[in-house]
Structure formats: C-alpha cells, structure tokens
C-alpha cells in the first residue's frame, strides 16, 4: 500500500534538545510539505521542497530545519531555538506542479516538550 | 491575500442534523478548493473538492456550495451521524502553489 509513514507517533524533547521528526513516502511524490496544528490555529506550513536537495521556507520556519537528500524522505529537526515546540506535526506529499490536488497526509507526530 | 477564513470554529448539532461550515478567500487566483476531515491523533484525509467552473458538487452526505462572486464557499452535511464528530479544515490554493488552510471546525454530533 502507497503512503506517508512518520515517526514516532509520539515524541519527548527536553529543553535545549534538537529532535528529528521522520517522514518517508512511497507514493512517487516529487513535493513533500511540512505543517504545525496547534488547537485553533489550523494547519501552518514550516517548510516545503518541490524537488530533491531543494527546498523553502514556509509561514513558520524559525527554529526548524530540513534536508531533502532523498525523493521519499524529508525529515523534520525542530531545533532549540524553536521555543513552543509543543504540537501536533505532519507532513505531506503531492506531485509537483498540481497546486493542492491530490495532498496525501501522514498520521503525524506529537511532539511535546518535558 | 493568501488567507483563508472558516467559521464557526466549533459546531454540535444532533443526529440528522445539517452542520455547515463556511469559509472566505480574498486571493481570486485560488482554483481549487478541497474539505478535510481530521480525526483526533490522525492526518486530515481528503473529503471532497471543488473548483470555481461550478457552484455546488455533492458527494454522498456532503455538499459544497460555492460562491465565486462572494468569494465563499461551505460544506453542508446532510443526515449528520456521531462518525461524522471531526475536525473539518477548508483550504485552497492556485496552479502549482501548495494549499492554504482555514483554522478548523470542530464538529460534534450528538447522539
């Protein structure tokens, strides 16, 4: 079955700490996105990459990194200078060039800092 | 001028009630239009779409009616049922631009 897989479903940072989140697609998607949800505030786009080793900022990129050495993977480091880290991630995938058609969610990552 | 606005931001009703959301866009290069229905600790999973050629699509329990002129566009829920309870996001986006999203409703049907 084709899809998004990320990981961990849940996900423990302590202060001071970078933390990876993972995201690996097997759908054949050139674009992959990363998004925030906090209560209320719907979905915020962090970063997003059309095309391997390529990628650019989105609404709220502060305090996160991103690489896209692969066409599946394009893992998330929320790093110590993101500091309300607290929420519920997740990334996505489409094909380049559609706009909005055809976005492909994964289950997402909650992440919280201790 | 890429923001998306969507009321109410939470909604009950009863069983066979008809929820509706609403949703406004200012930016008239939007031509896709989808709905999302999020259950909680999960991704949101496409419900339905629509696009500005037409003002209303229907998909089994669900409508989206839509307004070019006025810039808005909802999502009416026919015969509402307690599997419906979710969060429902609006979004839009144009060609080859990714989706701008509305903050959410969450939707409670009671039993």
């Known amino acids: 079955d084709g899809g998004i897989t990320q990981s961990p479903k849940y996900l423990f940072r302590k202060e001071g700490q970078n933390v990876t989140l993972s995201c690996e697609q097997n759908?054949?998607?050139?674009?992959m996105y990363w998004y925030r949800q906090d209560p209320g505030q719907g979905l915020r786009l962090i970063y997003y990459?059309?095309?391997?080793?390529?990628?650019q900022k989105g609404d709220i990129a502060e305090g996160y990194s991103v690489s896209r050495e692969k066409k599946e993977s394009f893992p998330l480091t929320v790093t110590s200078a993101q500091k309300n880290p607290t929420a519920f991630y997740l990334c996505?995938?489409?094909?380049?060039?559609?706009?909005?058609?055809?976005?492909?969610f994964g289950s997402g990552t909650r992440l919280t800092v201790v | 001028q890429q923001q998306v606005k969507q009321s109410p931001q939470s909604l009950i009703v009863q069983k066979g009630g008809i929820p509706i959301i609403n949703c406004a866009y200012e930016?008239?290069?939007?031509?896709?239009f989808p709905w999302y229905q999020q259950f909680p600790g999960k991704g949101p999973a496409l419900l339905i779409a629509?696009?500005?050629?037409?003002s209303e699509k229907k998909e089994g329990r669900f409508t989206i009616s839509f307004n070019k002129s006025a810039k808005q566009f909802s999502l009416h829920i026919m015969d509402s049922q307690p599997g419906d309870s979710a969060t429902y996001f609006c979004?839009?986006?144009?060609?080859?631009?990714?989706?701008?999203f509305g903050s959410g409703t969450q939707l409670t049907v009671l039993p």
């Open positions: 996505a995938s489409t094909i380049a060039g559609q706009g909005g058609y055809g976005y492909t």
């Open positions: 759908l054949n998607h050139d674009a």
């Open positions: 990459s059309q095309i391997v080793n390529d990628f």
């Open positions: 930016n008239t290069a939007f031509d896709y």
């Open positions: 629509i696009r500005p050629d037409v």
């Open positions: 979004a839009a986006s144009s060609s080859a631009r990714q989706l701008t």
